[in-house]
């Protein structure tokens, strides 16, 4: 591989001729006698999941990453040492533009391993560990997953009772994680667990990369109200994790924690938390002329609202999106975007369920109608992935505007007083 930085023409012309080579274009005209986001991976998210079949996708999704990162298109600003191009952020976005155009497997199986896990183990894991897995995770070899929330320990991360304690050159995991999404098809596990519990909440906490096919740990589906099993929990028992795969200092796992929260909102924020593409101005316009209600004025207008919201959000996330490629830690601009795309999505559902009404939940056959109701019914998931809404709401107003903190309340005080006040 050449060291010359290429243009972006000259990198244009590489990309295409990769995509040209390897897969089908996109149709541009819609199908009638198809449904709504029939071939899409846009509402993926919230569709009812097949989990044999699911397999046989991420056997297609990892073939994809095979290809590209085998063309040098796997990485592109990442390390050279690990098969990266280390080309800036442009050349990124170029290449995500590009391949949009064409028909790809849903590549939704490594948003959590390379958007959250993997960039936290460049930055926090040693070089034995970063070596064993970097490349195989952007090769589409290993898919990883994020083993962070209890049943005790949501939105109060640092609340979190799963146990390591140490033994000799290992570690002992002893615990449950909930809401861990693909856990039972990846291969590897970034966790946070107390190691000190004499320590306060947010110390005596320690992050490790953990084998999710090792002895002792058992992933079991849970079933959400779209009748889709997105999510799994994860119990662990005696599962022993060596030193090596720790992720930072001991007790200092809460910076690691960070690091992947920050990551995390800003995948999802930036659309790789799935959904975003349900918000083409094309394909709502598309929804609103099949329906005989684009010359509706008030029709537009919300229309128009969506759109300019999700535009809005688009260009303030590619600043965020910037930073952390340039080498920078993600800070609190991310909770902002993670908010602004549930908040895009609750607008997008509101949208289609007036234009569909009575349609978006009855499967009448009829072209852009029921999909869109696995839509309605996930979004409030997703006001809960990454952190909820409400304590998105609490950082963005601390961290970013300044605002004072919502003050204490007496645990210890009873209820019927905690009412009066």
Not at 55 to 63: G, P, T
Not at 208 to 215: E, G, H, K, L, T
Not at 353 to 371: K, N, Y
């Amino acid at each position: 591989m050449s060291d010359a930085v290429p243009t972006l023409e000259e990198f244009e012309q590489e990309i295409l001729a990769f995509l040209d080579a390897n897969a089908e274009k996109k149709e541009l005209q819609r199908s009638e006698e198809s449904k709504w986001g029939e071939g899409s991976d846009d509402v993926s998210l919230f569709e009812e999941v097949d989990r044999d079949k699911e397999l046989e996708d991420l056997k297609a999704a990892q073939a994809w990453r095979a290809k590209r990162y085998d063309a040098g298109l796997g990485w592109i600003s990442g390390p050279t040492e690990y098969g990266g191009r280390q080309l800036p952020p442009a050349y990124d976005r170029l290449y995500a533009n590009l391949e949009g155009r064409y028909k790809i497997p849903n590549m939704g199986f490594f948003g959590i391993g390379l958007g959250m896990v993997a960039p936290t183990i460049n930055a926090h894991a040693t070089k034995e560990v970063k070596d064993l897995y970097l490349a195989k995770m952007y090769r589409g070899d290993l898919v990883g997953c994020q083993l962070f929330s209890e049943p005790g320990a949501g939105s109060d991360l640092a609340g979190l009772q799963t146990k390591a304690e140490r033994d000799g050159d290992e570690w002992i995991l002893n615990g449950q994680k909930v809401w861990t999404s693909g856990a039972h098809y990846s291969d590897i596990g970034e966790i946070i667990c107390r190691t000190d519990p004499d320590q306060p909440k947010h110390k005596g906490l320690t992050g490790f990369v953990v084998d999710m096919r090792a002895p002792g740990v058992e992933v079991r589906p849970l079933r959400q109200m779209t009748g889709g099993a997105n999510f799994n929990e994860v119990f662990f028992t005696d599962v022993r994790v060596h030193d090596s795969h720790r992720l930072g200092d001991v007790n200092e796992g809460w910076t690691v924690a960070l690091t992947t929260l920050m990551n995390e909102r800003a995948s999802i924020g930036g659309g790789g938390g799935g959904g975003m593409g349900l918000a083409s101005l094309t394909r709502l316009a598309q929804l609103v002329e099949h329906f005989g209600v684009n010359d509706d004025p008030l029709v537009r207008q919300k229309l128009m609202d969506v759109y300019i919201h999700f535009q809005v959000a688009k260009y303030n996330n590619q600043r965020a999106m910037d930073k952390i490629k340039a080498g920078q830690l993600p800070g609190p601009e991310m909770s902002m975007a993670k908010l602004s795309l549930t908040n895009n999505l609750w607008r997008t559902a509101n949208f289609v369920t007036d234009v569909l009404g009575p349609r978006v939940i009855a499967d009448t056959g009829e072209w852009g109608t029921f999909a869109w109701g696995q839509l309605l019914c996930g979004v409030p998931g997703m006001k809960v992935a990454g952190g909820t809404d409400e304590v998105m709401k609490n950082i963005v107003g601390e961290r970013v505007l300044g605002l004072p903190k919502d003050p204490g309340i007496d645990a210890k005080a009873p209820f019927s007083q905690l009412l009066k006040n």
